[in-house]
C-alpha cells in the first residue's frame, strides 16, 4: 500500500513513517498543507493520514479540498481535539476516521486495515483463486499450499494487481504506486518485479499479461 502522512511533528512522522515502512508500505511524508495538496494532486495514495493543526494551515482545507475533487481516497484524520463537536465536524468533512492524539501505533495500524477494507468493500480475509490463496491481512502468498517468501515490493505489486484484476497499470503507474516520491526508480526495475512475480505464478491460475504500449494486467485462467 502507499500512503500519505501529513503531519508537521518530526518525530511523530518519523515513527509512523517506520511502522509503515517496516510492514512493507510506501509513505509520503509532508509537513505543510501547501506540501500535501501538491503530493496529493500529484500522485494516488491508498490511505492518507492528515494532522489538523499544520504550520500553514488547517488539515480540514486539505479535507475540504480533497473532496471537493471528488477523491475517494480514505482519510484518517490524527487529531488532538477530543470535543464531539470536532470528531463529528471531522466526519461531516469526508473523514472515513479519526485517531485521537496521543495514540498507540498498533490502534492506527488496526484502524487503517479497517477503513482499507471498508473501502475495498472487502470481506474475506483470504482470496483463493484455485491454487492460489492470499491472505489480505497477513499479507501471504500461498500456492499450492507452501508459502511463498516474497520481498516488500513484489508482495505490494501482487497485491496492486490482484486487487485489480482486468485493469492495466503502465510502468509509470506501477512506479508511482510502488515507491515514495523522492525515491528515483527506472523502467527496468518494474521489468524485473513482474518477471519474478511471473516466475512464482508459473503453472497457477493468475497470469500477468504484457500489453504492449500499455501495461501489465494480471488475469485469472
Partial sequence: MKYLLVEDNHELANAVCSRLEFDGHVVDHADKLQDAIAYADTSE???????????????????????????????????????????????????????????????????????????????????EFGDVAFNQVAGQLMIRGELVNLRNRELRLFELLLNARGQIFSKQKLADR??????????????????????????????????????YRLDDV
Avoid at 94 to 101: E, H, I, P, Q
Avoid at 117 to 124: I, P
Avoid at 183 to 200: C, F, P, Q
Fill in 45 to 127: 495514495y491508498d490511505l492518507i493520514l492528515l494532522d489538523i493543526n499544520l504550520p500553514d494551515g488547517d488539515g480540514r482545507t486539505f479535507l475540504k479540498h480533497h473532496r471537493d475533487r471528488k477523491q475517494i481516497t480514505p482519510i484518517i484524520v490524527l487529531t488532538a481535539r477530543s470535543q464531539v463537536s470536532d470528531r463529528i465536524s471531522i466526519l461531516d468533512l469526508g473523514a472515513d476516521d479519526y485517531v485521537t492524539k496521543p495514540f498507540d501505533h498498533s490502534e492506527l495500524q488496526a484502524r487503517c486495515r479497517a477503513v482499507l477494507r471498508r473501502n475495498s468493500g472487502a470481506v474475506q480475509t483470504i482470496l
Fill in 178 to 215: 510502488l515507491f515514495s516520491y523522492d525515491e528515483d526508480v527506472s523502467e527496468n526495475a518494474i521489468e524485473v518485479y513482474i518477471g519474478r512475480l511471473r516466475k512464482h505464478l508459473e503453472n497457477t491460475n493468475l497470469v500477468i499479461t504484457t500489453h504492449r504500449g500499455l501495461g
